[in-house]
T-cell receptor
Framework: AQTVTQSQPEMSVQEAETVTLSCTYD???????LFWYKQPPSRQMILVIR??????QNATENRFSVNFQKAAKSFSLKISDSQLGDAAMYFC???????????FGEGTQLTVNP | ETGVTQTPRHLVMGMTNKKSLKCEQH?????MYWYKQSAKKPLELMFV???????ENNSVPSRFSPECPNSSHLFLHLHTLQPEDSALYLC?????????????FGPGTRLTVT
């Protein structure tokens, strides 16, 4: 069974600084999708960024980028120029190419200090 | 706003009550999902519907009964719940049920079972 592990329950960063959130996963599949979701205090789950496993190039979305290491089964999220609005719980998630199930990690609570 | 709405946003019910959670999506999607988010645990997929047909049941107890009358509406009927069923229940939808399709989440229903 696929598992997703986020080893950092909490992280903090100063406003305008850069922070990296870690995620590892376990799968025997060669093709799959990886996601980072953000859940602010409103509890609305919002997709931040996605990565297709067959793509070697790391995904980027404005201030958000990933470091995808397929062999190491690692998928970290880098947030540059952190803003107060980035404070939230961040979840890493995995999904098989043909599957409907999203498997989530335990989450990392990010605090942004002014 | 992601185009997925859930009602009610908060619900308190006794163990002998019967209640229903409602989810509606305005995105023209064909797949809908129920997830359970408990404190200190990763999100857990409960049910998947694709074109109104249930395609996945993640070993959910029968006291949770889903209903999908059409592709835009999803219900979760609750009866004889236990205190450990207290959690945030999230609904999501996607254009298709395969891995390439992004899931859009609703704001959730915070359920407390007394």
């Amino acid at each position: 069974a696929q598992t997703v592990t986020q080893s950092q329950p909490e992280m903090s960063v100063q406003e305008a600084e850069t922070v990296t959130l870690s995620c590892t996963y376990d799968t025997s599949e060669s093709d799959y999708y990886l996601f980072w979701y953000k859940q602010p205090p409103s509890r609305q789950m919002i997709l931040v960024i996605r990565q297709e496993a067959y793509k070697q190039q790391n995904a980027t979305e404005n201030r958000f980028s990933v470091n995808f290491q397929k062999a190491a089964k690692s998928f970290s999220l880098k947030i540059s120029d952190s803003q107060l609005g980035d404070a939230a719980m961040y979840f890493c998630a995995y999904r098989e190419t043909s599957g409907s199930r999203l498997t989530f990690g335990e989450g990392t609570q990010l605090t942004v200090n002014p | 706003e992601t185009g997925v709405t859930q009602t009610p946003r908060h619900l308190v019910m006794g163990m002998t009550n019967k209640k229903s959670l409602k989810c509606e999506q305005h995105l023209g999607h064909n797949a809908m999902y129920w997830y359970k988010q408990s404190a200190k645990k990763p999100l857990e997929l409960m049910f998947v519907y694709n074109f109104k047909e249930q395609t996945e049941n993640n070993s959910v107890p029968s006291r949770f009964s889903p209903e999908c009358p059409n592709s835009s509406h999803l219900f979760l009927h609750l009866h004889t719940l236990q205190p450990e069923d207290s959690a945030l229940y999230l609904c999501a939808s996607s254009l298709g049920s395969g891995g390439t399709y992004e899931q859009y989440f609703g704001p959730g229903t915070r359920l407390t079972v007394t």
